[in-house]
């Protein structure tokens, strides 16, 4: 029962029009996708948990100064946030060795990386997200050059603080993917968070058993996607057993 003006349609959330202008209103839908939308199944219960670890991170990462787009959480599934000038990056910061990382340069799966290494991958499905570098960045003029050094000192910042947020409920941050946009406020502009924090664009491995505890368990087949969430949701103190019902059984209407 949305009466809102739908604004976009991506593959796990939905952009609508906000209350006021410069806002939109982020919904978060159950679609679980991976391999550029090729494999595509319905996780009843995801959005609602992506829209709650969402807001902890965000909220929390507003907190310490770090400048993200979120406003406050709505509903179950919906939160108010700053519309921004997506640059079209997808910035990946990586601390273990995993995914395209180990397929392309054949590294060992779990390998702890010399340092944290920053990646970008211009956000194109038709082209399938390429690796590109700072130069295309810069050349192409997806990004100019102090923005790009903004862009690189916020993903460091979230990376710090994720790694002890999630070391400290026994998860280890392996890696995960950012997007930032450009906020105009008055005269001045400045690059935010956007988009979304959450098991879908994170890999986080349980520090004792090493089990998987994000998007792969869907990408490998592994199941129990929802539990793993859940699990996360649950460590980070956003949910507690008993609400468990909010995420499984009828579809809450709202
Ligand atoms: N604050 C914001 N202002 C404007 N657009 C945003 C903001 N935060 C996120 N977005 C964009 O909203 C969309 C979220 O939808 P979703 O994540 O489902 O897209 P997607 O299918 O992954 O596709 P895309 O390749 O565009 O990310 C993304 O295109 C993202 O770049
Ligand atoms: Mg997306």
């Not at 000192?153 to 994720?162: G, M, P, Q, T």
């Not at 792969?216 to 996360?232: H, I, S």
Request: charged share 30%; proline share 4%.
């Amino acid at each position: 029962m949305n009466r809102r003006r739908k604004i976009y349609e991506g593959k796990a959330k939905v952009l609508y029009e906000g209350p006021e202008p410069g806002t939109l209103v982020q919904y978060f839908k159950d679609d679980a996708t991976a391999g550029n939308g090729k494999k595509h199944e319905i996780v009843d219960g995801k959005g609602v948990l992506n829209n709650r670890i969402s807001e902890f991170i965000f909220t929390k990462l507003n907190g310490l100064g770090i400048p993200t787009h979120f406003v406050r959480r709505m509903n179950m599934r919906e939160q108010l946030i700053k519309e921004v000038e997506i640059i079209p990056i997808e910035i990946v910061v990586r601390n273990v060795a995993a995914g395209s990382l180990v397929k392309r340069l054949g590294l060992e799966q779990g390998t702890q990386l010399p340092r944290s290494i920053i990646e970008f991958y211009y956000k194109d499905d038709a082209l399938g997200d390429p690796l590109v570098s700072e130069e295309h960045i810069t050349a192409f003029g997806w990004a100019t050059p102090p923005e790009l050094d903004d862009i690189m000192s916020l993903a460091i910042r979230v990376n710090d603080f994720l790694t002890g947020l999630f070391m400290g409920v026994g998860i280890q941050l392996v890696d995960f993917k950012i997007e930032c946009g450009r906020l105009y406020e008055n005269d001045m502009m400045r690059i935010i968070l956007a988009d979304e924090i959450s098991p879908d664009n994170c890999r986080l491995w349980d520090v004792k058993t090493r089990n998987k505890l994000d998007k792969d368990r869907f990408r490998e087949d592994l199941g129990g996607m929802l539990d793993a969430y859940r699990e996360v949701a649950q460590r980070l103190g956003i949910l507690v057993e008993t609400d468990n019902a909010l995420t499984t059984g009828p579809r809450l209407v709202q």
